[in-house]
């Protein structure tokens, strides 16, 4: 069974960082690239950052580019998503998906989600 699980969520005050991870299951990531994706309350999700397969192309928003760094372990069968000097407006739900190969923004074009991991910064 094909599954995503993100971890690494938690409080923490502004400035702060934390290291989140998706973790899947049920196939190999070698093929898959994974976007991560945050929901604010009241928001639309929007796109965060994505790597591809390969790993040798990433993208990030324009709201997070210096501060957030994507990497995967395909042997582990995990991405990260290192998110340093966090704002209040980072906070939201976080969750990663999958897709074949590219990134995408398009959150339509992503075939598996994980249940998301909280993040919240806040004094």
């Known amino acids: 069974q094909l599954q995503l699980v993100e971890s690494g969520g938690g409080l923490v005050q502004p400035g702060g960082s934390l290291r989140l991870a998706c973790t899947v299951s049920?196939?190999?990531?070698?093929?898959?690239?994974i976007g991560w994706f945050r929901q604010a309350p009241g928001k639309e999700r929007e796109g965060v950052s994505c790597?591809?397969?390969?790993?040798?192309?990433?993208n990030y928003a324009d709201s997070v580019e210096g501060r957030f760094t994507i990497s995967r372990d395909n042997p582990k069968n995990t991405v990260y998503l290192q998110m340093n000097s966090l704002k209040p407006e980072d906070t939201a739900v976080y969750y990663c998906a999958t897709r074949r190969y590219m990134c995408d923004w398009r959150t339509r074009t992503y075939n598996y989600w994980g249940q998301g991991t909280q993040v919240t910064v806040s004094s």
């Open positions: 049920g196939f190999a990531l070698d093929y898959y690239a």
């Open positions: 790597i591809n397969s390969s790993g040798t192309s990433t």
